[in-house]
């Protein structure tokens, strides 16, 4: 079946312009996560959804970062006013519950700011 | 607080020798789930292995094997007979139950294995 979709693979921009970064995630899957992976940074966590349950924010960097998961399904991750410590690759991943079952990842947006 | 140090920043070694990874965490709760994931040079990760805090039982899946030892917080990996095709960044990363399955990920170990 399809797998964990994000959209666009690839996104360029000028500083202090904003971004919307999409994630499909596998159909039925309650858990959704974002995760920032920046060169010889491993990967931040950013921001958690499970079912209908406020999301853990704790990872947002910024309040210029927000996320929003409508209908329990797609996912969109907006950066305002891009700054260029926000390059790097924008990984998204879903599970049915993580703790009883792997994440699965998409293969990410990768965002420069120029 | 959650907390995964992968302290081996990358680590390169001849094909077909033994390789181990570390991973050492931080927890609060008694409960708790460790993974490791795999990221080969395409860039999309992979799952490994899963591991609750209450089964301490090394696991072995071919080349792969796991030592989980609660005692030094510890849950290295180590690949026998290492293969060029493993060479790839590998996480280590934490669940605490309490957390709502929030899951935290090392920095990696980007492993090279050479020819």
């Known amino acids: 079946g399809a797998g964990v979709s994000q959209s666009p693979s690839n996104k360029v921009t000028e500083k202090g312009k904003d971004v919307e970064l999409r994630c499909d995630p596998i159909s039925g899957h309650t858990a959704l996560y974002w995760y920032r992976q920046s060169l010889g940074q491993g990967l931040e966590f950013l921001i958690y959804?499970?079912?209908?349950?406020?999301?853990?924010k704790s990872g947002l960097p910024s309040d210029r970062f927000s996320a929003e998961r409508t209908g329990g399904s797609v996912s969109t991750l907006t950066i305002q006013r891009t700054q260029q410590e926000d390059s790097a690759v924008y990984l998204c991943?879903?599970?049915?519950?993580?703790?009883?079952?792997?994440?699965?990842f998409g293969n990410g947006t990768r965002l420069t700011v120029t | 607080a959650q907390k995964v140090t992968q302290a081996q920043t990358e680590i390169s070694v001849v094909e077909k020798e033994d390789v181990t990874l570390d991973c050492v965490y931080e927890?609060?709760?008694?409960?708790?789930?460790l993974f490791w994931y795999k990221q080969p040079p395409s860039g999309e990760l992979v799952f490994l292995i899963r591991r609750n805090s209450f089964d301490e039982q090394n696991e072995i899946s071919g080349r792969y094997s796991w030592n989980f030892q609660k005692s030094t917080s510890s849950f290295n990996f180590t690949i026998t007979a290492s293969q060029v095709v493993d060479s790839a960044v590998y996480f280590c990363a934490l669940s605490e139950y309490n957390r709502d399955d929030k899951i935290i990920f090392g920095k990696g170990t980007r492993l090279h294995i050479l020819p």
């Open positions: 991943a879903s599970s049915y519950r993580p703790l009883n079952s792997p994440l699965h």
């Open positions: 959804f499970q079912g209908n349950s406020a999301p853990d």
């Open positions: 927890t609060r709760d008694t409960t708790y789930y």
